[in-house]
């Protein structure tokens, strides 16, 4: 049972690598905003799930499992907020191309005066 749990943790961790590897490289080669920041969140978080998986199925202690936890959370809590920042921080920057966006939520409605100090 051993071998196999073994086993089954260096797969995570592979495929934990290659998520966060794919994630290095969709930052390098892509060029807006939105989809360097889908590339940063969407497979680096779950690369780090799997590793933290593959730890945990490693070293078979609670106390491990105890710490890893609060890590993922902490991560699964932090990557979206700080992509969501990022991509509203571009926009006001104008640095989005904006024929790309689909709906536009924070335009200004038509005839309406923008806002003081935005």
């Known amino acids: ?56 199925l490693a070293l078979r202690s609670w106390p491990v499992v105890a710490f890893l936890v609060p890590i993922v959370l902490i991560q699964l809590a932090s990557a979206p907020l700080s992509a969501h920042m990022v991509g509203r921080q571009a926009y006001r920057n104008g640095t989005i191309d904006e024929r790309s966006l689909y709906v536009d939520e924070l335009a200004e409605p038509r005839g309406t005066p923008p806002a003081a100090g935005g």
């Open 1 to 56: 049972m051993n071998e196999i749990l073994d086993t089954v943790a260096l797969v995570l961790v592979l495929i934990g690598g290659l998520l966060c590897i794919t994630a290095a490289i969709g930052l390098l080669r892509f060029h807006d905003v939105p989809t360097r920041l889908h590339a940063a969140t969407k497979p680096q978080v779950l690369g780090l799930i799997l590793i933290c998986i593959a730890i945990a």
